[in-house]
């Protein structure tokens, strides 16, 4: 054998204790200043982008954010060490209605002042001052958690380069006629002042009442017409009643027209089909100007329009006597008059869905408001291919149908905001209104491209904040301009979202790229390969986290009490494909015990490569078997990173790292290792230790590799105290993705499993035994076969270090001794005599006491896997945990029971 003594130096000894706050900065900046998360200048592999759904300027780190943005570096730490040239480009979105407000809030807080005092440009500016303040908060704390953006490329929505992306798309949308501008029934914020999509609403359920009220017949003293309402001051706004054609209790033989009370109008009963029998008396006040359903009846039978509301909620001149209240008062004061003159005919208690902006969390009015569309027909379509042909892949899969069942129903998007922060929309207007639209921007007074008259103003409003972010794909690369990164990096391979945005970003981003990316092959316009879904982070009680409840975990305090890296492996390990994960603080002491383990197993691996170190590796059955546990362990977590399965690859690195290499290897070294160390130098003993620490070494190489992508900031410290020899990069995070050489060995693993069953089963009668641990009693060995007692006997001496024994007998024949204790191992069993002076009668008892609560345990498993309601809705990795619990504690129970009956 041919052995060398290392002479490479090593890095200061390990702390002994793992203390993340003292290397997650320093490791960072280690990171930034050699230009680590940059792809190489010149191309060297395949491309592998990701872009970074962007943040709101406005924001602070969320769970949400740390489980997504932690997903996202997984994939490009694991691509980057795989050879691809990966690039993940981060940044934030402007986030128009939330930062305005913010930024309203302030200045009314400090300085008594509305937009409006300052005007819009002064605003702007106050709000760009706020944004180079506090912007790029969150962005600081990704880096706390580790991401390795390239940060040389960060992006805003309102950037130069990106603000003329916005007008191109505009434009282009308007040169193809899929922009317009008309007369639409809006969602409207009240408080905020502006429309909001179909997309930025939510439906909450609350309890309100239902109003029955009276509608005079004209010409019928004395007779009415009943209808049912959740808002009698819309009655103002009222030009028609609707009742079901086939609903025998109103009148079909004649035209009825009805005094809308409180009002000099009068209106129709009009007959539609969608009305609902069933509700309230079976008629329904119409009111065009704010109800969705009623807007639709009203353009089927041509009524009027009547608009009541001001934009700020208050009712306008065409409530009459009650224009300037506001709504409640509307309502209260209308009510009032209505029971005054005996319209009011009941009140009843309901619980009813309220529409409110998912901004504002305020009630929102539908409302008859003048604003710029897109139509979404024709964009939908080659967005709906991309799934259906396998250009796009949604993951988890039932995440599909959602997507599909949008853009196959989609509706012509709303994108005017009347904002002032944000991507003015480039149309301009002469003097008699006509409009044009320009990618550069046209001066008041010079000639109108179209008319040649003098332009007058440009349009007030800006666009919806998503007409810049369906963009965000190839403008951060450059686009419309045919960059270099725009023909190297686009298209991106993998985008992780929540299940929130689907149709407001992820289905959006897919048009826009087979729209806008025309010069590219119809394959390579789709924006992204993959999208993945990832969970909701939920409380401990699987509620939602939000400000309002207080059930938040912040992730910045989390990775301060337990670093980054157990912050990181907590969220993927516990994040199971499809399944939301409940939280609470406590669970990330899982990720730091982990963290804790890898820190001591590789001190220990350290502490040892400091002697004599083989050229090759050892060839005893362990180190065959860890081989080939490694080997399956790469192909496992390979396989699961390619297949974006976090919670399996995570899953497959603890096994791993506890159960193969730390519980059995390192413990199985210490033999060969403690024999050199009492032999000397010189001897077989010293030889075969160095060629120990060769495996060690080999192995703490890919194994720290291995788990660089989940805990990069720890790797990196200890890849740092690694020996030369042992790495082939100065940096982990640069180092090569770890191959399976092919070294599973299925004979190496069947003989170790049998010796881990063995020395298993010692352990077991020893505990049942409470033989102390510096006790070294001798044992037997019953085997069924020869074969199995040969395969035994050539590692006894290992079974004698790991069981603790002082020897041991290996044989087919033997009989179970009087006064031994006994545990069954596959191909056979262990018998342990009693130590000198064991109480029988205590022991006894012991046993029984054991058994009664194992068979307690064991009862219960079974009453609970014969629940068919526990089975029916239980995960599926719940019930199988369950049952093999229930195969444990059966072993358990049998084992008690032989030892009780040897007694």
Not at 77 to 95: N, S
Not at 652 to 659: D, E, I, P
Not at 705 to 716: C, I, S, Y
Request: glycine share 6%; proline share 6%; charged share 30%.
């Amino acid at each position: 054998m041919r052995a060398s003594t290392m002479t490479e130096s090593v890095a200061p000894s390990l702390s002994s204790r793992y203390q993340p706050a003292e290397i997650e900065t320093p490791i960072y900046r280690f990171w930034e200043s050699q230009g680590l998360f940059s792809p190489p200048e010149k191309p060297q592999g395949k491309p592998f982008t990701i872009a970074i759904p962007p943040p709101n300027v406005t924001g602070v780190l969320h769970m949400g954010h740390a489980l997504n943005n932690t997903m996202q570096d997984v994939v490009i730490r694991h691509r980057r060490m795989c050879g691809y040239d990966a690039l993940w480009v981060p940044g934030t979105d402007h986030a128009g209605i939330a930062t305005q407000a913010v930024v309203e809030k302030k200045l009314f807080a400090e300085h008594k002042q509305t937009r409006e005092d300052l005007g819009r440009e002064a605003f702007v500016g106050e709000i760009w001052k706020w944004k180079e303040e506090h912007g790029n908060r969150i962005l600081e704390q990704l880096k706390r958690l580790g991401c390795s953006c390239d940060w040389s490329r960060t992006r805003f929505t309102l950037d130069q380069e990106l603000s003329q992306a916005v007008v191109d798309a505009f434009v282009h949308l308007w040169e193809k006629g899929l922009v317009y501008r008309g007369a639409r029934l809006v969602n409207w914020d009240c408080a905020l002042q502006t429309a909001v999509s179909d997309d930025e609403i939510e439906y909450v359920q609350r309890k309100g009442k239902l109003y029955t009220l009276r509608y005079p017949i004209k010409g019928k003293e004395g007779e009415f017409v009943a209808v049912a309402t959740t808002r009698p001051e819309t009655m103002l706004g009222d030009t028609g009643v609707a009742v079901h054609p086939d609903d025998d209790r109103f009148p079909h033989d004649r035209e009825v027209i009805l005094q809308l009370p409180l009002t000099e109008r009068e209106i129709p009963l009009i007959r539609d089909e969608t009305v609902d029998r069933n509700y309230g008396t079976g008629a329904v006040k119409v009111t065009p100007g704010h109800d969705p359903a009623d807007y639709e009846r009203g353009a089927r039978h041509h009524l009027p329009i009547v608009n009541i509301l001001n934009p700020d909620g208050t009712l306008n001149e065409e409530a009459g006597a009650y224009a300037g209240l506001s709504r409640e008062a509307a309502r209260e004061q209308v009510l009032a008059d209505l029971e005054a003159q005996g319209l009011l005919e009941k009140v009843e208690d309901l619980v009813h869905n309220v529409t409110i902006s998912d901004r504002s969390k305020t009630a929102i009015e539908p409302l008859v408001s003048e604003q710029w569309f897109v139509r979404m027909k024709e964009l939908a379509q080659p967005a709906i291919q991309a799934v259906k042909d396998g250009s796009l892949q949604l993951l988890p899969e039932r995440w599909t149908k959602v997507y599909l069942d949008w853009l196959e129903n989609v509706r012509d998007w709303c994108i005017s905001r009347q904002l002032w922060w944000g991507h003015r929309i480039p149309v301009w207007y002469d003097e008699d209104q006509v409009p044009v639209a320009s990618r550069k921007p046209l001066e008041i007074g010079q000639a109108h491209p179209v008319s040649g008259k003098p332009i007058v103003r440009q349009d007030e409003d800006v666009l919806d904040t998503w007409a810049s972010s369906w963009l965000w794909p190839f403008s951060t690369l450059g686009w419309p301009a045919k960059t270099e990164d725009l023909a190297r990096f686009y298209p991106t391979q993998f985008l992780s979202t929540a299940r929130d945005i689907i149709y407001l970003w992820v289905a959006r981003m897919v048009m826009a790229g087979y729209e806008f990316m025309e010069d590219r092959p119809q394959e390579e316009r789709c924006p992204f390969s993959t999208c993945y879904i990832h969970a909701t982070v939920l409380d401990g009680k699987g509620r939602r986290m939000s400000k309002s409840a207080g059930n938040g975990i912040d992730p910045v305090e989390m990775i301060e009490r337990y670093g980054a890296d157990a912050v990181r492996y907590s969220l993927m390990i516990l994040t199971r494909e499809g399944q939301d994960v409940k939280l609470a603080e406590n669970r990330f002491e899982l990720g730091q015990r982990f963290c804790n383990k890898i820190w001591n197993a590789t001190r220990f691996v350290l502490g040892h490569l400091d002697g004599e170190i083989a050229d090759q590796e050892g060839d005893a059955l362990e180190d065959r078997w860890i081989r080939s546990r490694l080997s399956s362990a790469i192909e496992e977590v390979s396989r699961a990173l390619d297949g974006y399965h976090f919670h399996d690859a995570a899953q497959a690195l603890y096994r791993f790292t506890w159960n193969d290499f730390c519980d059995w290897y390192v413990e199985s070294a210490k033999r060969r290792l403690r024999a050199a160390a009492d032999a000397g130098p010189g001897t077989p003993q010293a030889e075969e230790a160095a060629r120990v620490r060769c495996t060690l070494g080999k192995l703490l190489s890919q194994w720290l590799r291995l788990l660089h992508p989940f805990v990069p900031f720890m790797t990196e410290e200890l890849w740092r105290h690694l020996p030369d020899r042992f790495k082939e990069s100065e940096a982990c995070m640069v180092a090569a993705w770890p191959q399976s050489p092919g070294l599973v060995d299925p004979q190496a693993e069947e003989d170790f499993l049998r010796l881990q069953d063995v020395v298993r089963a010692f352990r077991n009668v020893r505990a049942l035994q409470e033989t102390p641990p510096s006790a070294r009693p001798s044992a037997l060995i019953r085997v069924e076969s020869e074969a199995v007692g040969k395969a035994l006997e050539q590692d006894r001496a290992l079974i004698l270090f790991l069981a603790s024994l002082g020897e041991v007998t290996i044989s087919p024949e033997l009989e179970r001794p009087p006064e031994c204790g006994t545990d069954a191992f596959y191909g056979g069993a262990v018998f342990l005599p009693f130590e000198e002076g064991t109480d029988s009668a205590k022991l006894r008892k012991s046993l029984e006491r054991k058994l009664k609560k194992v068979q307690g345990g064991l009862s219960g498993l079974e009453k609970k896997l014969s629940n068919a309601r526990f089975l029916e809705n239980a995960d599926p990795e719940t019930v199988e945990h369950e049952r093999q619990r229930q195969k444990e504690l059966s072993k358990e129970a049998a084992t008690l029971e032989a030892n009780l009956e040897g007694l």
